[in-house]
């Protein structure tokens, strides 16, 4: 029998974007377009004659708001939602809010651009929707086999070194990674760290901009310092760095002090920051000093990195099923025995803590 595709609705006031995210959407084999919808009303008709996998949605629509919409959504019936959202200063605010609310990932619109900015927003539009269809707020049904699309790994972006054990010190860097479920994991995890934390560089999945809202958020809410990474940031206790989206953020040592480097390059396991790309330099430029975190998300990025982090002495830690969005990432670190520790979300700060001091 044919594999099952994943069902999306389109959702989008905007005739060109519902018909590009359209043609990207039928170009992967996995992906099927149940339809389109120009506003909320429209796209509920839509739902009561068939429900659909994944929503796509955007924020600003007429007659009712994306954010309502996505309200009413998870209230009622829970469907898998990526907001697929420009890139304005309202907007990201508004994204993040919607992340609070339910969407499992944000997307920035395709916009008729360099070739490889075409390829690389398809590659990440795709990626998101079969993320969220195999989220947990999916209802239960066969998982349909996933084609890949070729990737880069962190070689790419900092060349494998000899393995060599880094001399202890005093001083932890925490270095974390997460995609999908990810913003609302991150937050449980950093609000309930004291403000004499060891110092946190971390990876989500995001896009340009939205990062610098959601650390925004997280500052207000947490104890210690969150901010989006500047490259030559030091990473000091009581802070934690997030990568900005679209750049890939790598943790460096000078003597004693830690900071990270942000630069450009290519999509590295299909993402950019990649979590791979901060592992292997926590592995290379910390060792046994820091300790690695792999939460919720799909695919594998992060799982090679999480076990050169182990090979160089760094504690590992895994989100466990229970508590991950999607059982992707710390499965595949899982596997590749990258993992000293399988925990509970809500475990991960006292462990923290307990190693702290």
């Known amino acids: 029998m044919p594999k099952k595709k994943i069902k999306v609705l389109i959702v989008d006031d905007s005739a060109v ?116 269809a195999h989220a947990t707020v999916k209802r239960k049904v066969a998982s349909p086999s996933i084609h890949v699309e070729p990737k880069y790994t962190a070689d790419a972006i900092i060349p494998l070194a000899a393995k060599h054990s880094m001399i202890k010190t005093t001083e932890l860097v925490v270095s974390v990674g997460a995609s999908t479920g990810g913003t609302e994991a991150l937050r449980e995890f950093l609000v309930a760290l004291p403000p004499d934390s060891p110092g946190i560089v971390i990876v989500q999945h995001m896009p340009e901009k939205f990062t610098t809202s959601f650390a925004e958020r997280l500052n207000e809410l947490c104890k210690i310092t969150v901010k989006e990474a500047v490259n030559g940031d030091t990473v000091i206790r009581g802070r934690a760095l997030i990568a900005p989206g679209n750049y890939h953020t790598l943790l460096k040592r000078s003597g004693a002090r830690y ?23 926590t592995a290379r430029y910390a060792g046994a000093n820091a300790i690695g975190i792999i939460m919720t998300g799909m695919g594998d990025d992060g799982a090679k990195g999480l076990l050169e982090m182990k090979e160089a002495g760094a504690r590992t830690i895994a989100q466990d099923e229970q508590s991950c969005v999607v059982f992707g990432m710390p499965k595949e670190a899982i596997k590749l025995n990258a993992v000293d520790k399988i925990m509970h979300l809500n475990k991960m700060a006292p462990y923290i803590i307990g190693v702290n001091h």
């Open 17 to 132: 974007v519902r018909q590009s995210l359209a043609e990207i959407v039928k170009s992967d084999p996995d992906l099927d377009v149940m339809g389109t919808a120009s506003d909320p009303y429209m796209a509920a008709k839509k739902i009561r004659n068939e429900v659909p996998d994944v929503i796509t949605l955007d924020i600003e629509m007429p007659r009712m708001d994306g954010l309502t919409f996505l309200r009413k959504i998870m209230s009622q019936h829970p469907i898998p939602v990526v907001i697929i959202s420009s890139l304005t200063s309202e907007g990201t605010e508004t994204g993040i809010r919607a992340l609070e609310y339910g969407a499992l990932e944000i997307i920035t619109k395709p916009q008729m651009s360099s070739k490889e900015f075409i390829h690389e927003s398809k590659i990440r539009i795709c990626e998101a929707i079969k993320g969220a």
């Open 259 to 281: 900071y990270v480097e942000v630069k450009e390059g290519p999509l590295v396991n299909r993402h950019r920051p990649s979590v791979d790309v901060l592992f292997r330099s």
